[in-house]
């Protein structure tokens, strides 16, 4: 995947949250509010940034939060902004560059994958807490799939798989998923097997 289709992602979520009017909106599937989940979202962007940027030793020296005052539409920005950092970083980061991240060593497709990732769930995870009607860009969504999921079915809606594997959906004639991780390191670097 590339900054591209990390834009995409990042301007999708952006459609869905601006028609959001209020931020206090619980969002059970997180356990948080609409300002909760667009917070963690952009967390997710920087520190991918960042991992991506300092290698596979990593750099854990601070942390990042959200001013409690801060409305959605500040918030907002400052996903779109991070997701533009991102992207910036994976069109920069050479083709041999790895970061680190709990479950691999990302190169820069694994990054922009991850944060399309994030975008498109989460935003997905508030939509259907406010009965929005909103799905994730078919597209994007087998993108992300392909380059995280490499075991998912490759015949069955994007969408509908992206959930699956995220355990947050069920697919017909698929057992269901309880337990995921993604493959964010390099695809030739899978071994065949399910990780979760």
């Known amino acids: 995947m590339t900054g591209a289709e990390l834009?995409?992602?990042?301007?999708?979520a952006r459609e869905l949250l601006a028609s959001v009017p209020d931020g206090s909106a619980r969002v059970?599937?997180?356990?948080?509010?609409?300002a909760g989940v667009t917070?963690?979202?952009?967390g997710c962007l920087i520190w991918y940034a960042q991992d991506l940027a300092v290698g596979p030793e990593g750099a854990d020296g601070f942390t990042l939060g959200r001013r409690p005052e801060a409305a959605l539409p500040e918030l907002v920005r400052q996903q779109a902004a991070a997701a533009e950092v991102l992207a910036r970083t994976v069109?920069?980061?050479?083709p041999g560059d790895r970061g680190r991240h709990d479950w691999g060593r990302p190169?820069?497709?694994g990054f922009a994958a991850m944060g399309a990732a994030e975008?498109?769930?989460?935003?997905?995870?508030?939509?259907?807490?406010?009965?929005l009607s909103w799905r994730p860009p078919a597209d994007l969504a087998d993108a992300?799939?392909?380059?995280?999921f490499p075991w998912a079915p490759s015949d069955t809606e994007p969408v509908a798989t992206l959930l699956w594997a995220t355990g947050r959906a069920d697919l017909p004639g698929h057992e269901p998923v309880t337990s995921w991780r993604w493959h964010c390191s390099p695809l030739e670097e899978w071994d065949g097997t399910r990780a979760g």
């Open 28 to 34: 059970p599937a997180m356990d948080d509010d609409v």
């Open 119 to 131: 975008l498109l769930l989460h935003t997905a995870d508030v939509a259907a807490a406010l009965d």
């Open 91 to 94: 069109e920069g980061a050479a």
């Open 7 to 12: 834009r995409r992602a990042a301007a999708a």
């Open 107 to 109: 190169d820069a497709s």
């Open 39 to 42: 917070a963690h979202v952009t």
């Open 144 to 148: 992300v799939v392909v380059r995280l």
